[in-house]
């Protein structure tokens, strides 16, 4: 009887964690659009204001959109690198 609670407790903390991780990533780097759990803003707001929200830019774009080619297929894997290195490169400047 206890491998079933074993089991739940694991999925348990594996949920607190990622809910923790989104909290600290809404404190860090919170954007405009972007999907915020409930449980992760009460969570981020638990240590003061939180930031606003700010607006991608062109940058965040182009790699938002090299994504979502890659797994649509339309760009092959190495294209990809290329392309996320342009965007490392055009984010050092």
């Known amino acids: 009887m ?3 609670l074993i089991v739940a407790l694991v999925i348990a903390f594996a949920y607190a964690g990622l ?3 989104h909290a600290r990533l809404i404190r860090r780097d919170r954007r ?3 999907y915020e759990p409930r449980a992760a803003l009460w969570l981020a707001s638990r240590f003061g204001p939180l930031p606003q929200p700010r607006s991608p830019d062109a940058l965040d774009r182009l790699e938002a959109e090299a994504i979502e080619r890659l797994l ?3 760009l092959a ?3 990809y690198r290329a392309t996320m290195a342009d965007v490392a490169a055009r984010a050092a400047r």
């Open 2 to 4: 206890p491998a079933p």
């Open 19 to 21: 809910i923790a991780a």
């Open 72 to 74: 649509r297929g339309e």
């Open 77 to 79: 894997p190495a294209a």
């Open 32 to 34: 405009r659009g972007a």
